[in-house]
């Protein structure tokens, strides 16, 4: 393969290599606190907490794609579980961002619908967005745990939750893949907790 095409696949296959390398990395750094993160958001589930995800742009879309996998299921055929996405609703967060402030988005929703023993999921890649950090000290202050999903230095959100896991990559979208990744990590615990005995196919129940 030449010309352009060439130049092509050679973006296409770094960005894989790259990507692979980050999350291998992140593994090697952080397994401990991402085996912590799966302990507590097990725990949370059994004790009947809802799991609470917020984030901005595509970490936005990670935050509602996570919540439906847990809602729905992941691989295994279980029961529901609680959880919810504070960045779906537009007419909750254009009348909050309208009346108060932007950076009031995910704490108000936060003070109205979270409680104690529900688990927040933080999601900003720098770890500097004002809403979300508006969001964790809105959780902590209602006697919420919280986990951050940042990268880089791990900003102000990394000092703020109770459980940091900090992609060392100044890359938006290699931190956002990793992010992605540790949320299905934390699926397929779940699933293997919540599923019903003898449950073992990721196609089971699954219509075509």
Do not use: Y
Not at 106 to 132: C, H, I
Not at 177 to 190: D, Q, R
């Amino acid at each position: 393969m030449g010309g352009a095409a060439g130049e092509e696949a050679a973006v296409i296959a770094a960005c894989a290599a790259e990507s692979a390398a980050v999350k291998r990395a992140f593994v090697a750094e952080a397994l401990p606190r991402l085996v912590t993160a799966a302990q507590m958001t097990v725990e949370a589930l059994r004790r009947g907490g809802t799991l609470i995800f917020f984030g901005n742009g595509g970490s936005a879309a990670d935050a509602q794609h996570l919540a439906a996998e847990f809602v729905n299921r992941f691989r295994l055929e279980r029961a529901p579980l609680p959880a919810l996405a504070l960045t779906t609703d537009t007419s909750v967060l254009t009348a909050i961002a309208n009346d108060r402030d932007f950076g009031e988005i995910f704490a108000w929703q936060v003070e109205a619908l979270g409680k104690p023993g529900d688990l927040v999921f933080a999601l900003s890649t720098s770890g500097r967005s004002r809403n979300v950090l508006r969001g964790v000290e809105a959780a902590r202050a209602r006697g919420m745990k919280t986990v951050g999903l940042t990268g880089g230095d791990g900003g102000r959100l990394a000092a703020l939750v109770d459980l940091a896991l900090v992609v060392s990559s100044r890359s938006t979208p290699r931190i956002q893949e990793v992010h992605i990744t540790i949320g299905h990590a934390l699926c397929e615990v779940v699933d293997r907790a919540f599923a019903g005995p003898g449950t073992t196919s990721e196609t089971a129940g699954r219509r075509p």
